[in-house]
């Protein structure tokens, strides 16, 4: 080779270099997102997901229920701060832990029965002498009610006081119930009721009460509720799920939730606490829970005329109304009387909140969450619920110490205290944290009772979240049959045919029943609640059975109610999905237009039950119909926007504005002035409601008042309560439609 | 060549092609950022600022007021409808308007007078005759005042009613001025007071006059607060910039803002309303507005002892009190009459509303704003601050049309209707668009009147304003002087010595003048106002003195106010500045750590002036210092985080993150709860306070009137409002504290 030839071999080769560099730069499309732009725009692993949910271990959720259910657990007991040092040494995990776990204390307002002192009820004559006294515990069939730190059946907040009068049988202490006694000329005054569980709230059954005279009340269960009819020994628990005669369910006994003395504020040492004369809606009048034995020998010995039919029960005789006990039984003459002696003291009680910070949005919360505290081992409530709850932060928390996964959203969990006492945790937390939560949290999931019984998912929630709950059932799969969903067997067992999917599983709407409420009512998040439940064509029990006894133990759970926690395995694993589908997703999978029916439904019966009379009073429904026609069109735009998205390509700030569009829905339902009389209660499609019309509660309480009193300032609060609507449905629309609409 | 040679030196560039190919694609870095990526991270054009700046036109500012103050525009009425037609048509302009423009109305709730029943005063003998009466009109100094449509002085919302009795004068008509009355025996009741405006709120005067018997009040501005003391025709307008001798303030007569009868909700159609006896801060006695010549007349024929010197004023007569008139006048035994025939009514008022369109977050908002409405002509109040943004939206407009700029966030401008009837329109669109609002506010700026006289800037604002406007005063230089900035001129005129600044111009606080109040006190958004002033040092008038007046025209502004516009071009300059710094800056500007000082100096008041007796109650000032340490340490960590961002590399989402921080900072202070009677007031810094003390107004108010009752209850309440105010510090600081911290 001559020396030109290799130069000109170097030349040419470095010609074709140079054009091949020129090209690979700028010719062949290089990935045009940097790697943090790859991962601002990943969406949620599917992949990982159907890891996470093969790797929920039902053994491994057995063990959990175990420890957490070997003691009576009460909220501030010994038992339930050694179950915080527990779930905080699980969330603090070096190889499965969170990132950070810690827990967060409150000085709250409780209430306990004295132990020296117990309360009781006893049937006395005239003369003093004492001729039956209800028990005051429980009788031990299982080793397990052995336990010296059961606490006796009470019921917390109900005052202090002596009772003593004629018995009568008020049913279930409805205010109709006690309305139809006085309509037979019965003269309550003096007197003490005996109700049954079930028709109307804990406290309202006593607050009734006292509106007729009634001085003192007793609740039992009746087992025609709760144990379809079963009343012998053999046929209840230990022997099945039922409810023993000596069973007895506790609870708190009061209207409003959250710590009672420093409502809307954090319950902090330097918080002010209003006088304990200043709280609403606890029980003028001495209340205790008694088991349907007790209760049987009181209601089989009453006097009087037969109550109707549909007050009789299952003790095995015809139910009297009294007043007073028969001629010809040991009690004749004899009143009721009951003593109670509970104390009402501020302890200290934990949340523990376990954080997993979120790889891109660390600012926008997924929160899931369950009580820990219990009324006695609470192997179902909430014991249940918090197993679930571990095996889910158990495994992410591994998934994430080996670097395996990082959620893009923070994902919050909270072990509440205190909820038994009226879900005192998780309101003092969204008190503490409110513009924080309120600002930027995306959904709450709530797992209190995971397992009721295995027949059937049973989900509540606002309208949003039935999109996410569907696409997580439709994952997960039941152990008996691996074909069926666990969506399918829900629909099965429970559904309805809405307008836009046709035949549905029917999600049901969220009370204040567990600790999602101040969630939903005070911060208008999108709430949710999951459990697996029974079959209500085999049973008609108002709850499972064992429910706030000391027979809802871990043996009672592993024998009768879920045995091999298949049940608790798929409650993980839709929750888990849920969770994960919230946290991950690109777009958050929360259904807006899923509202419309709602809306449509509350529309519909307000036309139906007030139309007529409105158009009397010149009031017009007509805007409400418009609110909600743009309503609908607002979430054509914002689908039509979503659907045409690039989702992987669009900047990360459109799909944050969208996000926050979803997220924020249901914080346009939120009006803190709607109701000024309700604690909390500020969702004026959620909140709470006297009248029967299922429709906006504002509108439909303030239509009954005012066609009962026909006073005009009344129909003046229907047409506000109407504006409260509007205006609502006008604000979520608002929120939907473009972000420069103004 | 053979064939292999060819073969191999095809192959051989091919492979060196390969290797350039891959070189090329692999080994050269490209721009990581894709476009959208850049876009994204791109910081605030310092050089379009610039430029922006010198398009600011004083002549073009001139022009717009010409147009302007063509005519009276009272809210509603045709002038100011024209008003609404002209800006839309600039704003809807296609070669310098904005994206979009519209007008949104609301019906709302007004007071006039009845042209053909003018409300009148009158001094009237026993008998009946007539001896005096003020008059009906401002005297006609120039063509402006010959306008028909001039509106008689009046009182909007002043009752309708005669009133008849003897004149008593009581200098302010605050509570103390009426208490001092009566210290002295004077019967009040039935009596008619004369008061000067200033000392205390319009409205205030008569209810604080009613409460001590008064059945009627006049208003008048004294030459003494107003005029330097000048009160001769050829020492005032048109001669000068002072009040003549006819001027009468107008005004309106409530203490509350917004539509009055639909608090909380926005004024539409389908809105309840409450009954006008429900209205709450009303005055319950007539009332009417004269001139200084009048209330010369009225003043300096009272008989009584003479007024303490503080109460006398510069009419040219030594003031008595009365009550009537002195036996030696011409009045002697005569009442005063005052008949008031004002019209309440509904008429439908426009916002003019004007967007442009974020680039990379359209859902963020920087809002700016002014009225519309005047009460005569309205050259300065509010047509000076219509004609700043009238040239800002045009030069902006401008940029937008011809593809030059953009904003980062999305700007809206406002132009409120019936603003001079209580912040009417401001506080509809406030309420309508509530939550929309709220949770995408950056800031709102306001510029009312922008010009009240030449010498200085004068800037309100919430603390998180100051750094801004420090920032653009900065920049805009003072046209008599190009080395003096409005900055260096602002801190010469007026300056505190900031705990962590130095010197620093003094930033005012924000009351409920003008139509911030709903944004800052219903939503929490960080608020400002920007205007220039005038040499406290040069001029004692307690306001511009033709404020209000039928002597506010262009004539007056053009040649007293701001001959040669060249104060309204600086203010343009600055708001401008602000506005593109709010809008653009990749990291909010907003100085959350400024708000220290507030707390800082708050909590120096509560301990000074109540924590002797405070501690005698039990209750601790200490865990509101502690809150107020752990939001310095939040401002701490936050500014780290600032300081160490690599901006233009950070995540788009970390950069949304921080600047959420700091747009929400003002909302955590915001708190429904704290303040039920004051109505929209929720802001737990910035709410009405009655008491002197300048801190925590809930803390101080509670605090005023329990050492006044001594009573146990008013003590929970200073205790309650002592939780209110750390509650909002240490919710302030959970926003400022990593996203994560919960």
New interface residues.
């Given amino acids: 080779m001559n020396g030109w030839k290799i130069v000109g ?1 170097v030349l ?2 470095s010609v ?11 010719g ?1 499309s ?1 990935e ?3 790697t ?2 790859k991962q ?1 725009s990943k969406d949620v692993d599917e992949g990982f997901i159907q890891e996470f949910m093969r790797e929920v271990d039902k053994e491994s959720i057995g063990r959990y229920l175990r420890r957490l259910t070997q003691k009576p657990h009460m909220a501030t007991t010994p038992a339930d701060e050694d179950l915080v040092t527990v779930i905080l040494s699980h969330w603090n995990d070096l190889k499965s832990g969170l ?2 776990a810690k827990e967060v204390r409150y000085d709250v307002f409780l209430s306990f029965p004295d132990k020296k002192n117990p309360n009781n009820v006893k049937v006395v004559t005239p003369e003093g002498t004492k001729k039956f006294e209800c028990k005051h515990a429980e009788d031990h069939l299982t080793g397990d009610q052995n336990d010296t730190d059961i606490v006796q059946p009470y019921l917390a907040f109900a005052p202090n006081g002596t009772a003593k009068g004629k018995l009568v049988y008020a049913n279930e202490g409805k205010l109709s119930d006690f309305q139809h006694l006085a309509a037979k000329m019965i003269n309550l005054t003096g007197t003490i009721a005996i109700v049954r569980y079930g028709g109307t709230g804990r406290v309202a059954k006593a607050i009734n009460a006292a509106k007729f005279g009634v001085i003192g009340v007793l609740i039992y269960s009746d087992p025609k509720d709760i144990n379809d009819g079963k009343v012998n020994p053999n046929e209840t628990y230990p022997n099945s799920w039922y409810m023993p005669p000596s069973g007895v369910e506790r609870g708190s006994f009061k209207e409003n939730f959250g710590d009672q003395l420093t409502p ?3 319950a ?5 606490r ?2 304990e004369s200043e709280i609403k809606g606890l029980s003028p009048i001495p209340a205790q829970p008694i088991g349907f034995e007790d209760a049987k020998v009181l209601i089989c010995n009453l006097q009087g005329s037969p109550a109707v039919d549909s007050w009789q029960g299952s003790l095995g005789c015809v139910y009297n109304i009294g007043p007073g006990f028969q001629e010809n039984s040991e009690f004749n003459s004899s009143d009721v009387e009951i003593n109670v002696y509970n104390k009402r003291t501020i302890r200290s009680s934990a949340n523990v ?1 376990g ?1 997993i ?2 790889a ?4 926008r ?1 997924v929160l899931y969450g369950n009580h820990r505290d219990s009324w006695v081992h609470g192997a179902i409530d909430p014991s249940s619920g918090t197993a679930v709850m571990m095996e889910i932060t158990k495994i992410l928390g591994t998934k994430l110490k080996e670097g395996k996964w990082r959620p893009r959203r ?1 994902i ?1 969990f909270g072990s509440w205290g205190a909820e038994e006492f009226g879900l005192i945790g998780s309101t003092e937390f969204a008190e ?6 309120k ?2 949290t995306v959904a709450y999931i709530n797992v209190d009772i995971s397992v009721f019984a295995n027949a059937s998912l049973r989900a509540q929630g606002t309208p949003p979240a039935q999109n996410v709950i569907f696409a997580a059932s439709k994952q997960v799969t039941t152990p008996l049959d691996s074909s069926l969903t666990v969506y399918e067997n829900w629909k099965k067992h429970s559904n309805r045919t809405s307008p836009q999917y046709g035949l549905i599983p029917e999600m049901g709407t969220l009370g204040s029943g567990s600790d999602y409420a101040p969630f939903l009512h005070y911060l208008g998040i999108t709430c949710m609640d999951l459990a697996y439940t029974y079959d209500k064509g085999v049973t008609k029990a108002r709850m499972y059975p064992n429910y706030h006894t000391a027979f809802d133990t871990f043996d009672y759970a592993s024998r009768f109610i879920d045995p091999g926690f298949t049940s608790h395995q798929m409650v993980a694993r839709t929750a888990g999905n849920v969770l994960l589908r919230l946290a991950d997703s690109l777009i958050v999978p929360l259904g807006v237009r899923d509202y419309m029916e709602t809306l449509d439904r509350y529309y519909s019966k307000a036309e139906e039950n007030f139309q007529s009379n409105l158009n009397t009073k010149n009031i ?1 429904l007509i ?1 409400l119909r418009n609110a909600i026609n743009r309503y609908k069109k607002a979430c054509d735009t914002l689908e039509e926007t979503i659907k045409n998205l690039k989702k992987t390509e669009e ?3 459109k799909i ?2 969208i996000n ?1 569009q979803l997220m ?1 829905l249901e ?2 339902f939120i009006n ?2 709607a109701f ?1 009389d309700k604690l909390y209660y500020s969702h004026v499609i959620w909140a709470s409601r006297s009248s029967s019309v299922v429709t906006f509660p504002g509108l439909a309480d303030a239509y009954e008042k005012a066609v009962l009193s026909d006073s005009q300032d009344d129909w ?1 609060q229907v ?2 309560h ?3 609507a ?2 609502a449905v ?2 979520a629309a ?2 939907l439609e473009r ?2 609409d ?1």
Same sequence: chains 1, 2.
């Avoid at 902090?268 to 002010?272: A, G, L, M, V």
């Fill in positions: 071999g040419g080769g074709i270099l140079a054009v091949g560099l020129l090209i690979g730069h700028f062949i290089k045009t997102q940097p943090w732009a601002l990132d950070e809307y504020y954090p902090k040492e330097f918080t002010y209003i006088k909140i954080i910070r979120g891109v949005e660390p600012d919360y923070s919050i503490e944290y409110y513009n924080k939560l600002e930027r017009s805007p900047t990360p700030l944050r504005m926050d924020l914080r346009s803190h002035m000024p003046n047409h506000h109407l504006t409260v509007i205006t006008e604000s608002t929120t972000v420069t103004l």
